[in-house]
């Protein structure tokens, strides 16, 4: 299940949720696993309990499903649901962003760009999770500049729900090689940077509102995609 337990001194529930949350987001929990509580609790070195409670939290935050009699999954999205996120971030994630924009250090826009430049890195040598590691900087090296911590909350929630997907369609590109969505990603982050290094951070916010509707669109075709191989496995598309 890819976890593994860390030094850090928390409460045995505070690392099942820190190790269960970071596993799903790097994608090492695709879309649909099954969490099995026992297994968990064994690879981290804890009692179910704490694992169980854990699960409790994701599942609340709606980034794993509780099935009775079948337990725990990781959340698989559909198409609906997608453009639900999608909607809540354009209202949250467009105030944040503008919200963070006025408040835009130096410091923060070089944070930006080496984010970028480790997203870049990452993607020429197939580092999935660096690559997932340096999108989620770019944007967050803005977004925390944002003062209003209730809706940081809450984007972050959403980003969250979203990365087991995202991590899933790194991994398809990177194994078939096919960069070419991943590359214009990168130039669409290169844009929307030396926007605000170039002091129009008008021009930067349109180009993030165009780059959150890009990504809605990349997760309709991963979900159409997962759909089609779903149905060649199975013979028929009519699930």
């Known amino acids: 299940m890819a976890l593994k337990r860390t030094s850090l001194p928390r409460t045995a529930e505070a690392v099942a949720l820190a190790e269960l949350r970071d596993a799903i987001v790097r994608g090492d929990l695709a879309p649909g696993a099954p ?12 009692s179910v309990i ?19 009699q079948r337990g725990y999954t990781v959340t698989e999205l559909s198409p609906h649901s997608v453009d639900g996120i999608f909607r809540i971030r354009e209202i949250l994630e467009g105030e944040a962003e503008a919200n963070a924009a006025a408040r835009l250090r130096p410091e923060d826009i070089a944070a930006m760009r080496g984010a970028l430049e ?14 997932i ?19 940081l909350r809450f984007v972050r929630q959403l980003w969250e729900a979203l990365e087991p997907h ?20 990168l130039g669409e982050h ?6 605000f290094e170039n002091g129009e951070p008008a021009l930067a916010l349109r180009l993030l509102a165009e780059h959150r509707t890009q990504g809605r669109s990349d997760f309709h075709r991963l979900l159409d995609s997962s759909q089609d191989q779903v149905g060649a496995a199975t013979g028929s598309l009519d699930l």
């Open 35 to 46: 969490i099995r509580q026992s297994a968990a609790a064994e690879e981290l070195g804890l």
């Open 50 to 68: 704490p694992v169980r409670e854990a699960l409790k939290t994701l599942a609340g935050e709606g980034i794993v499903t509780y099935v009775p």
């Open 118 to 131: 480790a997203q870049r890195a990452a993607v020429a040598a197939l580092d999935v999770p660096g690559v």
């Open 133 to 151: 590691s340096g999108n989620r900087g770019f944007h967050f090296a803005l977004l925390d500049r944002c003062d209003n911590e209730w809706m």
């Open 166 to 185: 995202r991590a899933l369609s790194y991994r398809r590109g990177a194994a078939s090689r096919d960069l070419a969505r991943i590359e214009a990603i």
């Open 190 to 195: 290169d844009g929307i940077v030396t926007a």
